[in-house]
């Protein structure tokens, strides 16, 4: 286990760093992050009560599977799961079999308890204001998207190795855009041997990536090298490869998009032109669950932590 | 594409490096790593005559399709496929609709000219010579071996990355042994930012695995840290991972066995105790056929470029 | 030389990438970055007049040394000097030997010159403004102070190897600040093996750290760890290393500090301990005035054509 | 400190780690390096005595130093520096003030004890045996030249660093031989952003060089890149930067020999085309005497625990 909390020497007697210490805390729903965030919580110490999961689960014995929403009483933290609720009032439950109701569980939740979601919806938090709660959004930390980057980063890569017919070394690669997830990208490509270009817009975005070692281009000066890459890694919310750059594009260039919709990528242009495209969405949850759901662990007690 | 012989500064011109220039090459049955070493040698102004293969192969327009062993004739450099024959006489031929015989090849192609096949058994070898040929095995030059470590290495880390719950990001991975393989596996691995230990027997690999900033532990000393490692690749052909090893490590441990038959790992054993244990065998060609195939181009050049 | 500007690929055709083309650029004064700052301009088909120098210094033979301030009159860019009067009016010329005016220049420049200087004071702004000059300081772009860090990191580095009776490789090196200095300084210690701990106030800081590969400790808590340490890089501008912070290192630990002034450390504390410490400026013009004169010139071009 | 030692895991009761223990250590003569020697062993609960040093030395206090020659009596390992002898029979003891005879040190140690010494001349040799003593050479074992690689490759970065105008970042360098100086150089030197090519004459090194990540060029054929080189770093004991190759580089470029005598360059070509060359020999003693004094500690404790 990864066990990142380990790495920020605050909890060294293996106990739980905050003033206020949290006691209890409720995993309400969500998929098999939830679950390794129940278990990376229970790590810490903390009591666990796990509300929306049933079956065969790698859920640590500590934690204890609950029933019913009322169960959750005495939390004074519960985490809902990334995209809240489904259908109306209920929580998105794919690992449990029973409903769970997202309005029974802040009814049963107390007011002083801290609640966190991810990717809340205008809806959800007016619901969690009607009952007089308030619900954070835990996407919205920057710490959580900076580590989220890496098990993307990783995903991606599997991606890549697994539709190449060639090797990542040596491999020409660009990475378009050196935020979050294009720095932590071109890092891994660069440590597995692959000749990585940044291409960006911002002049000290490739200024970092030229100091970190990457052979860098204007993004609007791009055209001319496309025609040399094996793979592109998108990494901007923007038209980047329209039709005119994706002809620019070998036939056998592998385009893998990261960026969140509408993405990059004009997608009718490349079915037209026969190039193997990928839109790879939410890859934390898909390629590394259990980091994904330690990240978010981590994330919220930094949140409490701040909080106080 | 790679290009890997551009790599070499020998063909600056973009033309053949050798003394006696090959003009025409053979490239007969095999997987896709014949495909793409017929396309390696193609696009080094070599002409290529491809027997055994068939439909819709990612063959440069190039090399010329053959559909018998008589055309071969001309051919001043055959290059049979890693593993020649199944039954009896017959080249493999998984890409290939027609049979295609051995002899007849051998015999269809001049004595001058300079043959070459992977793996090659007593009994080929054999063949070969009652027909007064010569032929020798790719697989046995060091040049290869050590290449091959790459793609190995990227086939076992898409593996690894398929099976963890967990990124490689943080994980502590073990590598046994540190010859081709683990060495350029670990380099990999530190690459991806994994917390990589390196068990080997000999002071001088240790070193070595110590300078070049890996954690090191004696293979004899090896049972008391089992237990922290997420992931332990195995490269040493001998039972590294007996019942008294695997009984060290965690349930969650995935194993990944690279050492040739019989390999590492006491496989009843992983079974009983429930571990995820994988034989990863013949990787180069399953994980990147075109990078195979250009190792095999450029081996079997320096074979010839020697040789003169 | 290092062509910083041909990394940028905007300059394929080797001229001028800028749409109002800068024919003729004046550099006064200055130390040997400016030297090479005026080399970095005549190799992108700048003419060049360079004014405040004699003697033995790498002057392209393409660049014209002038004798007086009017000699500069056709010039369309004038590059001063990072720190620009000495006492009053002179222009600093440690490399000359006649006296320059820094408002004879701006008198013989014309109008529409594009003025530059580093850390220009509120004095010479004004005297500037006075004579109707607009000058900007090349030392606010955020793109050189990214591209500074990395001949700051290098000197550091030079500086440790230099001070330090053991290698890098395998020390204990704590990096306090993860801003550009700290980010570029721990990715190459870790380059050179040696075992790096990123300590920084902000959570996405520490977050960043934890991403890209370092042990992390809250800046708050990390004197529990400074005994370990053999030496420590001090990149924040506060008193990181007080007094109850020095008496946890180690004798023969190495402090390096790079933060700007008033700097990190208690410098009277570290001398009663007899704690080897040193205050680390100006680095790159130290280190490396060719890369940092590059910088330098390359910086200024991108200023005037972002004025476009 | 950096304490090699305890990477190796053998000694993880801070103990010692061999079956035969040794009791008592004598360290005698030698510049800092033996200093370290010393406290390496002594942290290791091995009784030290030292013979040959005064003065201010940084010598651990529980480091015993003798006097005499006689006082090395009880010991069961001594250690003789690196070119034990000067004139005739005289220990090399450049920071001690006392004469240390070599053969009265021979018979004051009991024939059980371990002797080491480091480049042994044939004399010296000879001399031991004529005491019956059998005296080892440390500097022949695999492992000590492995390791001393990394000392080896941090000075001629800081001698580079130091010498260069220009940073390391960006900077093209080229390594000539790929055995242990050179894997372990070229690695570092990309680690600091260097753009970095291998020049070796055997295919499998440049093999491995490749798959390792650096590009390439066989040394027949170097002639052609020279002139891009910034810095060339020889590590082939032979001619390998003859006139003819010298003449192709730049004048600004930096030559490093770290080739054991001859060296590989012609000294006096290079003097009349104003290069700048440097013989760098004997490194880890010069840059890191502690590092290489632990390295000695650490070999010679592996040489015994083999012969057992």
Redesign the interface.
């Known amino acids: ?2 066990n ?1 909390h380990r ?4 909890s ?1 007697d293996g106990g739980n760093p905050m003033k206020k210490t949290i006691q209890t805390a409720a995993v309400i729903g969500g998929d ?1 992050r939830q679950v ?1 965030a129940a278990n990376a919580l229970s790590q810490r110490k903390i009591e666990v009560l796990a509300l929306g999961f049933s079956g065969e689960l ?1 859920l640590s014995p500590s934690v204890k599977l609950c029933q019913s929403e009322e169960e959750l009483q005495g939390a004074d933290l519960a985490v809902f799961p990334l995209g809240i609720t489904g259908e109306k009032d209920t929580v998105r439950t794919p690992l449990g079999m029973q409903s769970v109701s997202f309005s029974k569980c802040l009814r049963a939740l107390e007011k002083g308890a801290f609640l966190v979601g991810g990717k809340i919806s205008a809806q959800e938090a007016e619901q969690a204001q009607e009952l007089h709660r308030n619900i954070r959004d835990y996407l919205k ?3 959580m998207a ?2 989220n ?3 993307t980063a ?2 991606a ?2 991606l890549a ?2 539709e ?8 020409r690669c660009l990475v378009t855009g050196y935020g979050r997830i294009g720095r ?1 990208l071109a ?2 490509l ?4 692959a000749q990585v270009t940044v291409a960006a817009r911002r ?2 975005a ?3 990536a ?4 990457y ?4 993004i609007g ?1 791009m055209e ?2 496309l025609v040399h890459q ?1 793979v592109v890694f998108n990494t901007i919310p923007a038209m980047v490869l329209g039709r005119e750059q994706l002809r620019c594009l070998r036939k ?1 260039c592998l385009i893998i998009d990261l960026a969140s919709k509408p993405g990059g990528v004009d997608w009718e242009g490349a079915a037209k032109l026969g190039l193997s495209a990928h839109l790879a969405l939410a890859l934390p949850g898909k ?5 994904a759901g ?1 990240i978010i662990a981590e994330t919220v007690l ?1 949140m409490i932590s ?1 909080e106080q």
């Open positions: 286990m990864q990142l790495m920020k020497g605050e060294k098999l390794y790698p930390e920057e710490k900076v580590l980057a890496v098990p990783e995903g890569l599997e190795m697994h190449l017919p060639c090797t990542l070394w040596k491999s932590i890092q891994r660069k440590g597995l041997g002049q000290d490739l200024a970092w030229q100091a970190e070692g052979e860098i281009v204007p000066e001319e090298i094996q056998d390629a590394a669950p259990q980091t330690e930094d701040e």
